[in-house]
């Protein structure tokens, strides 16, 4: 008897979906909700392992993008943990894990994440708009397409943030001043991460990692199934 063969892919959305759906289970309904939560470092690194496992032919623009990412997300939490001038008055909680002058670790790779995820996903968004266009023979400025790309994955990852922040106040990842999340955080998730998306779209790597876009849904439908029981 022959078996199909199964795709690195296919692993990665399966250890995906596996780790968020027992997550969910663990969190809504068992007794053992503060193990499943302090595990939530975990779960992002695995996440974050699998996004570089499957993202194909890793060259040094990626890494490059990677690392400033990651250091560009620590260092605005850091201003605006200490100083409230970006995000607003606000403060991490012990889930998150070890933590660096008041930021923790997990929240760079966070931003990875989230803007390395959103960046694929738009790009597999633009190449289509382009193509209908293409057939219809009609040709996108170049300029255009960078800006439209910019802009609406920035809205992605900030449209994103929205959603996370009612479950991670819930769940103590982070605290804000009297339980009101700024609309200035937004403003700032928007910018920041517009910026790092202008340097997704300079760095010459692949940009077609399908398991970055199925992880987004996951975890936006983790975030809403948590919000809609807890």
Same mark, same amino acid.
């Given at each position: 008897?022959?078996?199909? /063969?199964? /795709? ?13 759906? /027992? ?5 809504? =309904?068992?007794?053992?909700?503060? *193990? =499943? ?62 933590q660096l002058n008041g930021v923790p ?5 966070? *931003?990875?994440?989230?803007? +390395? ?25 170049? *300029? ?15 449209? =994103?943030? +929205? ?68």
């Amino acid at each position: 008897m022959k078996f199909p /063969s199964i /795709s690195t892919l296919n692993i990665a959305i399966f250890i995906a979906l596996l780790f968020h759906v /027992s997550g969910a289970i663990g969190i809504i =309904f068992t007794p053992y909700k503060s *193990w =499943f939560i302090d595990n939530t470092p975990t779960n992002l690194l695995i996440m974050c392992g699998l996004l570089i496992w499957q993202h194909p032919d890793k060259n040094a623009h990626f890494w490059l993008f990677f690392i400033t990412t990651f250091l560009v997300g620590m260092g605005v939490e850091m201003v605006g943990v200490h100083t409230g001038k970006l995000f607003g008055s606000y403060h991490y909680g012990k889930p998150m894990g070890k933590q660096l002058n008041g930021v923790p670790y997990l929240i760079g790779i966070n *931003w990875v994440v989230v803007v +390395y995820s959103c960046g694929m996903l738009q790009q597999k968004i633009n190449d289509w708009i382009v193509s209908k266009y293409e057939e219809r023979n009609i040709r996108i400025n170049p *300029w255009l397409q960078k800006f439209s790309f910019v802009f609406d994955a920035a809205m992605i990852t900030t449209l =994103f943030d +929205y959603y996370l922040e009612p479950i991670a106040i819930k769940l103590k990842f982070w605290y804000w001043k009297d339980d009101i999340v700024p609309d200035f955080n937004f403003y700032c998730w928007f910018a920041i991460s517009a910026l790092l998306l202008m340097l997704f779209k300079q760095m010459n790597f692949k940009t077609n990692n399908q398991f970055a876009v199925h992880l987004l849904v996951i975890q936006l439908l983790f975030f809403l199934a948590l919000q809609n029981f807890l």
